[in-house]
């Protein structure tokens, strides 16, 4: 995606992992709600809504350049792990791959706050 130049230009990384991860939480939120053993996956799925919850925060508040950007990001890293860790017990393809693209958004999460 082409974005002009701006001041929150330095977060596009992590603007975009967090998209990224919040598509991706929706697509495994959507895909273990068809799972037969949804009901066993009850914590992994709210735990998809909370982190796709917090990754769209966190890209409103540094895209706005908010002065709490880095406190929503740092917690957004905090959900992302949890959620990565939710979604390992789950060996299926989407909950693997959701847990693979949870752990790359808590990085860029790292990263941001350390800016």
Known sequence: MTVTQTSVTKYQAC???CEKCLQV????FNSCLEEKDAHARANCIKML???ADLCNLAVQTMSMDHTEA???CNACRTICDACATECMMFKDQHCQQCAQVCHECANECANMTQM
């Open 15 to 17: 603007i975009d992992a």
């Open 70 to 72: 880095k406190f929503i």
């Open 49 to 51: 809504r909370l982190c």
């Open 25 to 28: 939480c929706n697509q495994c």
